[in-house]
């Protein structure tokens, strides 16, 4: 059954000029920052960080953030600074982190700090996901491609052992090297903050999370894509010799909830806000710099899939607002038909943890106030209370 | 084994290293070091070239079809391992090398550390120095298509550059690229196309070295041909008039005469 229910937003930066993005056929990573004004900055974070702690005061387990860069699509260049601040307006709710980014970190002792001392602000609230990174972001930080796996790997070695091993110690490894491991603040709940790994279908990363034993997030992938994932964390899970709970299963799925199906289908197409899709529009070079997708990944079906799901890619398939909700990739209606719709994803999956991603785009503060009202007072309730059909669902898969 | 002509193309096992290698032609080895952006086929250049020297053209690890170990992580360690090609290829030495872009480099950087390999060497839009004007152009924020036109200067007017960059690329063909551009991320992603002591290692070359530039090389400008001359002892430049990055493919017949003049000049 859904244990908790999140809450999350981009934090989009929506003033920008998307003619002159559509002239230049992209609107990230090298799209001028002149097109950015602070003032107009200072009004949009404004009133992300009230609906963000609305929320958690209102009905919803906490919020999820994260961090892209040189990037409209979001306004949150540091996951730990957004964090940061959550700890200490918010009073109650997970924040859920989703996620540091890994390789792009020189020295990732500074994020086990951080995330240590946030875990005490926030008096034991944090989640603490890791991430690798979209491909352009690279880039935008320097950070040679090729290496960004094993990047990722030695930094959450590096950061667990931090957290658990008592210092001072030596880290000598392949792209770390320390003399002296020994954070002077660690995190107050023990051994360390659930680390949860989301991502969007990339097979290494689903293997890796199983192996772990970490929470697999899946970020509203293609309902096709679903079994896959899921199938391959579990395939894993038996080979380490466990088998998986809802508890290691999230799932994150824009939902715009109105007080009609009509209203709610309007107001979803704020998913669709950047240049006619939801994730920005990045030539493929960019979104897969050398060694970022492995040969594996590239090569299969599942790669054309994952990129055409993730609506990025000019001149490829671009999802449209009907197909992105008749794949489940956005669901919309008034609470019921979003209840019903979100039912079947739980057959599914059956996941511990869903996340709404539930407000985007040029939607209006009060627009998204009074769906977040929709979702804690009625949405939530019901996926809560809602056991997933045993010969609909995953649960049956698995025992079956 | 395959031959076509008057080379051939094998796969080789040298230096830990399974090896795509081509090779034609009879007398006095001449080793060449392709750029990074790989061996498209057996180019009109060597043909020419194979005239006179019997011409070896690895794909170099991590390129082409040749294998890549995890261990080579830069230039400098790439031309330990060339070297290593050299002895278990029992080439006899000193001998001749052309080395293009990256592979001027990894020349460069052979000759710093090694005065006995080579007995010429010919550096030919040579990467590895940080231009005084302009930079070097950036293959990883561009697709790996716009790079092989932005090699040329006049590529509709390029017989190879229309056989082998032109058409569409087959599946394999566009692996290749990809493992092309992986390999040269590992080597020079950052510094970016350069290294920061090489500036200061060239004095120390004592071998003859010729600079073959093409005046409108819009990957590595025009003055790092003059860097390079400036800091090798003795060097001398021949730039190409309405040529490009890649002189051997733009201009070969203009090419391989600069390089013969060189290298079989008294």
Known sequence: ?400 | MTTAGSHTETFVEVADVRLQLRQGGTGEPLLLLHGELGVPGWLRAYELLAEHFTVYVPSLPGFGQSARPDWIMSVRDLAAWVTWFVRDLQLPQPLNVIGCSLGGWIAAEIATFNAALFKKIVLVGAAGLKPEVGEVWDYFVHAPREAFTQAFYDPEHVPEYIKYYEKSQTPEEEIQVENNREMASRLFWKPYMRSHTLPALLRGIATPTLLVWGREDAIIPLNVCQLYQRAIPGATAKILESCGHMPELEKPTEFVQVVLDFLIAP
């Open chain 1, 1 to 400: 059954m859904v244990k908790e229910v999140y809450f999350f937003t981009e934090m989009g930066y929506t003033a920008y000029p998307q003619d002159q993005a559509r002239q230049r056929g992209y609107n990230n990573l090298m799209f001028p920052n002149e097109h950015f004004s602070p003032e107009r900055a200072q009004e949009l974070y404004s009133m992300y960080f009230d609906e963000l702690q609305y929320c958690s005061e209102s009905g919803f387990d906490g919020v999820m953030i994260n961090e892209h860069h040189n990037n409209p699509l979001c306004m949150m260049p540091s996951v730990n600074v957004i964090g940061s601040i959550l700890s200490r307006i918010t009073k109650k709710g997970r924040i859920v982190f989703l996620g540091n980014v890994l390789p792009i970190h020189d020295n990732p002792l500074r994020v086990a700090e951080e995330i240590a001392m946030i875990d005490i602000l926030s008096g034991g609230r944090v989640v603490c996901g890791f991430v690798r990174g979209i491909g352009q972001e690279s880039i935008a930080t320097n950070t040679n491609p090729v290496y960004n796996r094993e990047r990722f790997d030695e930094a959450h070695n590096l950061i667990v052992k931090a957290w658990t091993t008592p210092g001072p110690f030596r880290w000598e490894g392949r792209h770390y090297d320390y003399r002296v491991v020994n954070p002077w603040v660690k995190p107050l709940q023990k051994p360390h903050p659930p680390i949860w790994i989301p991502g969007v279908a990339s097979p290494e990363s689903v293997r890796w999370a199983a192996e772990h034993r970490y929470p697999y997030i899946a970020l509203a992938p293609p309902l096709d894509l679903i079994e896959e994932i899921y199938d391959l964390y579990d395939q894993v899970a038996t080979a380490q010799g466990y088998t998986p709970t809802a508890e290691q299963r999230g799932y994150a799925i824009r939902v715009s909830v109105a007080d009609t199906d009509e209203q709610a289908y309007e107001e979803g197409r704020n998913f669709y806000w950047q240049l006619g899709t939801s994730f920005g529009v990045t030539p493929r070079h960019w979104q897969a710099p050398p060694g970022y997708i492995s040969r594996e990944a590239s090569q299969g079906q599942r790669e054309q899939r994952r990129t055409a799901a993730a609506n990025i890619t000019p001149g490829g398939p671009v999802l449209d607002y009907e197909q992105a909700q008749a794949t489940y990739q956005i669901v919309t209606g008034d609470p019921d038909t979003v209840i019903q719709k979100l039912k079947h994803i739980i057959d599914l999956v059956d996941p511990g943890y869903m996340i709404f991603w539930g407000r985007e785009g040029p939607m209006s503060h009060k627009v998204a106030m009074r769906a977040i009202d929709r979702m804690t007072k009625e949405v939530i309730p019901a996926v809560k209370a809602y056991q997933a059909d045993r010969e609909k669902g995953r649960q049956s898969r698995v025992s079956g």
